[in-house]
């Protein structure tokens, strides 16, 4: 097999590695080989290569890894959002709009919005994302809303638990039966991870785990809608049941959170997901990021764009709000914004050996044997990224290996 061709990208100011070996670097270089990163190190050491690309003094870090969005639907909620900016109060039955337009929706359209989604989040330097099915909420309609997500995501959730749709003939509890029964049959094939919005409104604890313990039969991994508009058990079933990560934590309290930080105590433990777009976009109080961090728990930052409750697919802007009204530091939104999400979805790992899938390539580091996804901002460090909010500092993109802005 002819080896694959190699790239140095040289007159790097500051790469942020998210490698505890080699931390943030300054003066940098690093060699992408094909779908993967092959060498980093510094300028003065780098090897030749057959391509070179100078990025003449910028910063380069790792693409952004969306761990949670909801992009497969149909339709518009802004006389939704300005009601809640008006002062009306963000409630779950939103969905049912959404999900009465995706409904109605070709398949043909659905993938149209799914593009443009995924395309605006390409440019603006996310090259991994994890998307939900949930606005189908029937059979046919969730199967097919995984099968159109699968064109564009990394990582595919089913999430037909969201709401008990508004026609739905029958409680919540026969619902639940179709969830963990035909649906689930009829999706398991186009996902991996398989998520409950368990909330006041939404599915209670008991309804919850057994949608959760029905996708961990299947051999998915577990996903939860948790702690999003109040104080519930969303958070304790995720840590109870091993799920990968509990998304939203808008309400902890001090044992919620010492749980998530004990929960990564001799092993995985569930990835703690803040949202602050949506926290902000439903007027709730930001997620207690830096109380997490301080507990020692394992925290991502995620947009959550969907159109309801954050519409929005900037990565960077969550990055800022997470620095300058969540108190984080610059280097811990970031790397909870990559190697974070990358961990919720269960891709920070080794790589594998030369010949694997590379599709499976570990994400949301830079180093030898990941996959070589990176953006080149137009600044010369992390920093301008809250220094600088709503700027779009994204320059340059390459997505496992390929050129992609
Ligand atoms: O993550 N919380 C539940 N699901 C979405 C909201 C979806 C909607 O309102 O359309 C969320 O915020």
């Known amino acids: 097999m002819a080896a694959a061709p190699t790239t140095l990208v040289t007159g790097i100011g500051e790469l942020t590695t998210n490698d505890d070996e080699r931390g943030r670097m300054r003066d940098a270089a690093l060699v992408l080989e094909g779908e993967r990163i092959a060498w980093v190190g510094a300028a003065a050491d780098a090897p030749d290569a057959d391509a070179r690309v100078d990025v003449e003094g910028r910063a380069v870090l790792p693409g952004w890894v969306d761990s949670h969005t909801h992009l497969v639907f149909a339709g518009d909620r802004t006389a939704e959002f300005e009601a809640r900016m008006a002062g009306a109060a963000y409630a779950a039955g939103g969905i049912a709009a959404t999900v009465e337009a995706t409904r109605a929706a070709s398949d043909e359209a659905l993938a149209a919005t799914i593009d443009r989604l995924a395309d605006e989040m390409l440019r603006g330097g996310t090259t991994a994302f994890e998307t939900k099915t949930g606005y189908g909420l029937t059979v046919e309609d969730e199967a097919r809303s995984a099968a159109l997500a699968g064109r564009r995501a990394d990582a595919v959730t089913y999430l037909g638990a969201h709401l008990v749709p508004p026609d739905w003939r029958g409680g919540a509890e026969t619902y639940v039966d179709l969830v963990v029964g035909d649906m689930l049959d009829a999706v398991a094939p186009h996902v991996e991870a398989i998520d409950v919005f368990c909330e006041r409104g939404a599915f209670d604890e008991p309804q919850s785990r057994r949608v959760l313990e029905a996708g961990r039969e299947r051999g998915l991994a577990l996903r939860v809608h948790g702690n999003q508009l109040g104080p ?70 995620a947009t959550n764009c969907n159109p309801g409750t954050s519409y929005t697919t900037s990565m960077a802007f969550c990055v800022a709000t997470a620095v300058l009204q969540m108190g984080l530091t610059i280097e811990e939104a970031v790397r909870a914004a990559t190697l974070g999400g990358a961990i919720a979805l269960g891709r920070d790992g080794e790589a594998p050996a030369d010949g694997a899938e590379p599709a499976r390539l570990p994400l949301g580091r830079i180093r030898p044997g990941a996959r070589a996804d990176l953006q080149v901002l137009e600044a010369p460090s992390i920093t301008h990224l809250a220094y600088r909010p709503g700027v779009p500092l994204t320059r340059g993109v390459w997505r496992a290996g390929e050129r992609m802005l």
Do not use: K, N, Y
């Open 232 to 301: 519930g058990p969303g958070v304790r079933l995720a840590v109870e049941l091993g799920a990968a990560s509990v998304d939203h934590v808008a309400f902890l309290d001090d044992e919620e959170v010492a749980m998530l930080a004990d929960s990564w105590q001799g092993g995985t433990g569930t990835v703690a997901t803040v949202l602050p777009a949506c926290d902000l976009s439903t007027r709730m109080p930001l997620a207690p990021a830096r109380r997490l961090l301080d507990a020692g728990a394992v925290i991502a930052i």
